[in-house]
């Protein structure tokens, strides 16, 4: 993480440890809370002031999340993080778990107390075998320092935090396929309603934040709700990290406020990789519909720039393409991992996204007829909206947007039988 804005700066060789994370101020909110008992509501308030949204993707507002859980109903209650990460161009949470995982586990200590939960599980996607590990130290650490267990701090406070390895299925991203999957059952959406917040976890109300959410609590916390929301603009409180991948010269996770226009992160990220043009940007991951690259140099990163230009901000997955790449090709790549990680419950989507794939690929390997970009529009209008989950959505997006920017590339297939450029 390039930034300091609201990760915390652990300037260490293993800034992973304990020890390290509380010379940053770790736990100090923690205790705090614990020690004058602050009211929930009171903490509530002020992640709703700071205006922090979901940032895995849906972009919902995190106070309004946590303020759905009646914290006073009998019964278990439960806190789930998902650190499943399985979209194609995201890799900001493994590197909280990696380098930060203290300031997750103190966010999700805090989201326990607030909702009344004793319980919490972090969902880590199961090829994340480093992140996971370093993860369990974490837990270990905490619980030895009197930080997880029972009657925390002396507060009469008890909440305990597990950690469970997902299989590598995208669909486990999905909040209610991922609390099937804890469960022991096969990862499949579950219809909504009812919603986790009344019938989550094991049955029971459950908050489900990603993991860049709840580890931005503590700093939210600690330094007010006002400072976080000012940091970013109208309706995108605070600062993200953005995953910014593909043709650049610096790829990695740079952490900077909501709102900073596209061609100063592009700066940030070095730039165009060999000086060549850049075509166009997948701004929220693979499931958001493709931006031109001209128009994308005039737009902010923040949810409302990025919607009104068509497409996503998701979870800040930032896929940079140059002139060099067939569009085809990717669009081909794209559609063949839906295709493969649907999970079949739906029938638009399961017969749907082979469709896609199929039409997709014989216009790439030359065998296209004109009528086929009229079929794929036709197909991702089907999809779209007629799924349990959002996974048809993810499909559909990227096949329409791409066939709509850059209509003259798959023209050009289907006469030439051959790419573009």
Same mark, same amino acid.
């Given at each position: 993480m390039a930034n300091e804005v609201c990760f915390r700066?652990?300037?260490?060789?293993? @800034?992973?440890? &304990?020890?390290?994370?509380?010379?940053?101020?770790?736990? /100090?909110?923690?205790?705090?809370? &614990?020690?004058?008992?602050? @009211? @929930?509501?009171?903490?509530?308030e002020q992640v709703k002031i700071s205006g922090l949204r979901g940032r895995g993707g849906a972009g919902f507002p995190t106070g309004l999340k946590w303020s759905f859980i009646n914290r006073?109903?009998?019964?278990?209650?439960? !806190? !789930?993080?998902?650190?499943?990460e399985g979209e194609p161009g995201t890799f900001k949470d493994r590197d909280i778990l990696r380098y930060n995982p203290h300031q997750l586990i103190e966010g999700m200590i805090i989201c326990g107390y607030v909702i009344g939960a004793a319980s919490g599980y972090n969902y880590i996607r199961g090829e994340f075998w480093e992140p996971y590990e370093r993860f369990e130290e974490?837990?270990?650490?905490?619980?030895?320092?009197? +930080? &997880?267990?029972?009657?925390? &701090?002396d507060s009469g406070f008890d909440f305990e935090l597990h950690s469970h390895l997902g299989g590598g299925a995208y669909i486990c991203g999905e909040e209610t396929a991922l609390l099937e999957s804890i469960e022991g059952k096969k990862g499949q959406p579950r219809f909504k309603p009812p919603f986790p917040a009344m019938f989550g976890l094991y049955g029971k109300p459950t908050v489900i934040n990603n993991t860049e959410t709840l580890a931005s609590i503590p700093v939210i916390l600690s330094q007010g709700g006002e400072w976080f929301r000012d940091l970013g603009v109208e309706n995108s409180g605070g600062s993200k990290l953005f995953s910014i991948s593909g043709n650049v010269n610096k790829p990695g996770n740079y952490e900077i406020p909501m709102g900073t226009p596209f061609s100063e992160l592009l700066e940030l990220a070095g730039g165009m990789r060999d000086g060549r043009k850049l075509k166009a940007v997948i701004p929220g991951g693979s499931s958001s519909p !493709?931006?031109?690259? /001209?128009?994308?140099?005039? +737009?902010?990163?923040?949810?409302d720039s990025i919607q009104n230009a068509g497409s996503m901000l998701g979870s800040g997955a930032v896929i940079v393409i140059d002139d060099s790449h067939c569009m085809v090709k990717i669009l081909e790549r794209l559609s063949y991992f839906y295709y493969e990680e649907s999970c079949g419950q739906c029938t638009p989507c399961r017969e749907g996204t082979g469709w896609m794939y199929r039409v997709v690929r014989r216009i790439e390997h030359g065998q296209g007829r004109m009528e086929d970009l009229e079929l794929l529009d036709d197909v991702a209008a089907k999809i779209a909206g007629r799924t349990i989950c959002a996974l048809g959505d993810a499909a559909a997006g990227p096949v329409a947007s791409f066939v709509k920017h850059f209509r003259e590339e798959f023209e050009y297939h289907i006469k030439h039988g051959k790419c573009m450029v």
């Open positions: 700066t652990l300037e260490s060789a293993a @800034p992973w440890k &304990l020890d390290e994370y509380r010379k940053a101020g770790g736990y /100090e909110m923690l205790t705090k809370i &614990l020690k004058e008992q602050t @009211p @929930p509501d009171e903490i509530i006073t109903a009998p019964g278990d209650k439960y !806190v !789930v993080c998902n650190s499943d974490a837990l270990e650490e905490a619980r030895e320092a009197g +930080l &997880l267990g029972n009657n925390i &701090l !493709v931006i031109p690259g /001209e128009q994308m140099m005039q +737009l902010n990163m923040d949810y």
